[in-house]
């Protein structure tokens, strides 16, 4: 049994090279140290054979069943773990082209979860840089404030006007010197989600095939009165420049990516309003549906009544985010 209480899962359509062309080859974490499960979705019978070979080159378990969405392939890999004896109470996704960029980055994942009550979180967040070269100063630094990501968000007061557009970026520096804090959606490209709440909680959608389909999974945790947070010291890259000379698929998108695409619409039509910075009508959205769409355990309601300017908040949603001492 691996020491860390968390696998992870990744959910791949042809991608399979970007493991040691990206993952494992720029990853300041060692993957060896946990669980590694891969669940396919799709993927031609070419890439998916190409995949296979990679995948027990490296040591990454595969499921036999393939994902008809990303929320499904979460399903899958749950089954897959119970099924064979594997103990991790959290299951890590990274996107193909997000890792870890500190060697402790386990460890301090681990830190968290035994610190947190397990009960009412659904889902932990990093925080991403965009650019490789400016994550390696950063993380040499200790400087990162303002230069990363740390969730995302579309109801809060002011979240949508600048320096937000709708992410937990640029923010007041007592953010980054929190622990952790409570959000609204963590960064999708890289969470950590609560098996035993997943199982309890979450009704997979199989209509998220790919865009906002981690926004969706904390929203439902939302609407159950389950917080979802962000970790500002756990430190991700999410740069697209790392696919170059990579021999994949990228031209052949899961689903476009524009604003009335399939997941968009859904999104819309289940919680009320359309994400995305460029929908001036957020808030009226919410306000004429939020009756109808929210009941009284729902959090995201509070979410609206309060301004991103407003400081981190802890779990209860009461108090100050606990601080955090820079190593």
């Known amino acids: 049994m691996k020491k860390y209480r ?12 970007m493991f040691d062309g990206c993952l494992f080859k ?21 890439n998916l054979e190409i995949g296979r070979g990679i995948c ?26 119970t ?6 109470d959290w299951m890590i996704c990274f996107q193909h082209d997000v890792f870890p ?47 990363t990501k740390t969730g995302r968000g579309m109801l809060l007061r002011d979240i949508l006007k600048n320096p937000y557009a709708g992410w937990y970026k640029d923010l007041p520096d007592e953010y980054y010197k929190s622990k952790y804090f409570a959000v609204e959606s963590p960064y999708w490209s890289q969470f950590i989600i609560n098996r035993k709440l997943f199982r309890e ?5 199989p209509k998220f095939v790919f865009e906002l389909w981690g926004d969706d999974l904390a929203y439902q945790f939302l609407s159950k009165g389950i917080v979802n947070i962000s970790v500002p010291h756990l430190l991700v890259c999410h740069d697209h420049a790392l696919k170059s000379g990579i021999k994949i698929n990228a031209q052949k998108l ?69 601080t955090y001492e820079l190593r």
Do not use: C
């Open 83 to 88: 099924r064979n004896g594997i103990e991790s």
């Open 101 to 147: 960029m500190t060697e402790t980055f386990w460890d301090d994942l681990q830190e968290i979860i035994d610190e947190i009550d397990e009960d009412r979180v659904g889902i932990i967040g990093g925080n991403s840089f965009s650019n490789y070269n400016n994550a390696i100063e950063g993380v040499k630094s200790g400087e990162y404030f303002g230069k």
């Open 26 to 46: 720029y990853s300041k974490a060692d993957y060896n140290d946990i669980n590694v499960i891969n669940v396919d979705m799709g993927s031609t019978e070419e």
């Open 6 to 17: 968390f696998s992870a899962v990744y959910i791949t359509r042809d991608y399979y090279p």
């Open 56 to 81: 027990s080159d490296l040591g990454i378990l595969m499921t036999d069943e393939t994902a008809d969405s990303m929320e499904d392939g979460l399903r899958i890999a749950d089954e897959y773990m």
């Open 254 to 322: 899961i689903e476009p990516r524009h604003d009335f695409n399939s997941s968009q619409m859904r999104f819309w039509e289940k919680w009320g309003f359309r994400w995305g910075i460029r929908n001036p009508e957020v808030r009226k959205q919410f306000e004429q549906l939020k009756d109808d769409t929210y009941d009284e355990k729902a959090l995201q309601p509070f979410f609206f009544n309060i301004n991103i300017d407003d400081g981190p908040l802890d779990i209860d949603l009461k108090s100050k985010a606990p």
């Open 201 to 205: 909680h979450i009704e997979v959608d």
